[in-house]
């Protein structure tokens, strides 16, 4: 079956660091690729998408690269804020033979940033 | 619009109460959801509502009963919880199916005393 393996964490860092996220997957065909993001008390916010292989998704400085060589969809910013403190979640969906499955979420990893 | 609404926000409830969350959308989307979340968890799947019918049901327990009484609107009746049935419940909507994007509402944090 479909899995997804990204690093729990928390991650702690200062204010302007460079973040990097891995996420790499397992999927039998061509999944879709997401990362969403929650912050506390709050339901999930898609953040960035990749459909293909090879697509970068970005959003509010946020970046991502659909990597099948590597299975990996790894999220990436150049200089975080105290406000992007929060847990980001891996995903795919993939379409097989029966039909579109549900969104398989990797467990999520909290981030800190500290001012 | 991209919003996913839901209510109520917070609910608490006994063992022996009858209750319902609402989730309403107006993106003119297909495929509507039901999600269990328990804390520092990913989002587990309960429900998939398809061109308002029930295409996926992940072996929930009866005490809990979904209702798609039209496009816009998807509902989760209570019955009969247990404590173990504390979580957060959110609601997610895409366009057609579950190969699209999924847009999530900000969920109700249900407590069973």
């Known amino acids: 079956g479909n899995s997804v393996t990204q690093m729990e964490g928390p991650v702690t860092l200062s204010e302007e660091a460079f973040l990097t996220i891995n996420c790499t997957y397992t999927a039998t065909g061509y999944p879709s690729l997401f990362w969403y993001v929650q912050y506390p008390g709050e339901g999930l916010q898609l953040l960035l998408k990749a459909t293909k292989a090879d697509d970068k998704g970005s959003n509010k400085g946020f970046e991502a690269t659909y990597r099948k060589e590597t299975t990996s969809f790894h999220l990436e910013k150049g200089s975080v804020q105290v406000s992007d403190s929060a847990v980001y979640f891996c995903a795919l969906s993939e379409i097989s033979g029966g039909g579109a499955d549900g969104l398989t979420f990797g467990k999520g990893t909290h981030l800190i940033i500290q001012p | 619009d991209t919003e996913v609404t839901q209510t109520p926000k917070h609910l608490v409830m006994g063992m022996t109460n009858k209750k319902s969350l609402k989730c309403e959308q107006h993106m003119g989307h297909r495929a509507m959801y039901w999600y269990k979340q328990k804390a520092k968890k990913p989002p587990e799947l309960m429900f998939v509502y398809s061109y308002e019918k029930l295409s996926i049901n992940e072996s929930v327990p009866s005490r809990f009963s979904p209702e798609c009484p039209n496009s816009s609107l998807l509902n989760l009746h209570l019955h009969a919880l247990q404590p173990e049935d504390s979580a957060l419940y959110l609601c997610?909507?895409?366009?057609?199916?579950?190969?699209?994007?999924?847009?999530f509402g900000p969920g109700t944090r249900l407590t069973v005393t």
């Open positions: 997610a909507s895409s366009r057609r199916g579950m190969e699209d994007e999924q847009y």
